[in-house]
């Protein structure tokens, strides 16, 4: 426990988007566990960061303020963290607005082809299942939906037959770019991260985008490799850059599946949140 005392998890899921605990339980839970502090990075939303930071005081943890931004480079979709950005920012806030109108307008044309195939699904449906997650409806919540009425087995046919890039209803969302994401972290104060490198099976693409004014890359993920995190982190020493360890942890879904990693399951020491919070304070001036 002595180890574990002093590590933080920076990846983590809430109700505010697609994850399965609240705000409150993922703190309660970080705390139980005896981290140092969490991170909370929902898809385009910090709509679950004021609860958090209310129950990191009364759990007595340390809370790392952030989010997860959806983006394009390449026809290939790449996510962006951002610690610590200030939230009562107008502009950013107007800015995460955008995101979720394409957001929504992408889940209304999801819904509507659908409808076509014949699936009937209704809009007051997909807001029942997302719940708290108003704001951040996914696939995920379409693909519940589909297993719920029958019309698939489970989530990996779901996207596969039909939410998947290959899917009958697959509709491509409008995305920013990664370097836009990087700019509107920054200019509200905060410190943007290139997420999961790993997972995009593009290297040349991520050693591009880290040298596209991102503030760090996350060399740790459930997803990498050992040999991926090795060579992340050269990388990051190559450009100089931070580097950043989180589970991604959503919550187990009905099948038991454990999406990405279980809470805490990699972490990185607090040194990592004392330099980002100092970065931040840089551009607070
Ligand atoms: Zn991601
Ligand atoms: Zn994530």
Do not use: C
């Not at 409150?24 to 140092?36: D, P």
């Not at 910090?46 to 480079?73: D, M």
Request: charge should be negative; charged fraction near 20%; avoid cysteine.
């Amino acid at each position: 426990m002595a180890i574990i005392q002093t590590t933080i998890d920076m990846h983590v899921h809430t109700t505010a988007s697609d994850g399965l605990f609240s705000p409150t339980e993922i703190v309660a839970m970080a705390a139980q566990l005896g981290l140092a502090a969490v991170a909370i990075t929902d898809h385009d939303t910090t709509a679950g960061v004021k609860e958090a930071l209310i129950a990191a005081e009364q759990f007595h943890i340390k809370l790392l303020p952030g989010i997860e931004i959806s983006t394009v480079a390449d026809g290939q979709e790449i996510h962006v963290l951002g610690y610590f950005t200030n939230n009562d920012d107008e502009l950013w806030q107007q800015r995460l607005i955008q995101l979720g109108a394409t957001r929504e307008s992408r889940n209304e044309m999801l819904l509507a082809k659908l409808n076509e195939l014949g699936i009937v699904i209704t809009w007051q449906e997909v807001i029942e299942i997302a719940g708290d997650a108003h704001g951040s409806i996914g696939r995920p919540h379409f693909a519940q939906i589909l297993i719920n009425k029958g019309y698939v087995n489970n989530k990996q046919e779901a996207f596969d037959q039909y939410l998947g890039e290959h899917g009958k209803a697959y509709v491509q969302p409008l995305r920013i770019h990664p370097s836009d994401a990087y700019q509107w972290i920054k200019e509200a104060g905060g410190v943007a991260i290139l997420a999961h490198p790993g997972i995009y099976h593009n290297d040349a693409l991520v050693e591009q985008l880290l040298q596209a004014g991102v503030d760090g890359v996350e060399v740790n993920h459930s997803d990498h490799t050992p040999d991926q995190i090795e060579y992340y982190q050269s990388l990051a020493k190559r450009y100089n850059l931070l580097m950043t360890a989180g589970s991604d942890f959503h919550g187990i879904d009905e099948q038991g599946t454990q999406i990405h990693g279980q809470l805490g399951s990699v972490s990185t020491s607090m040194e990592v949140y004392d330099q980002i919070y100092l970065l931040h304070r840089s551009r607070m001036q």
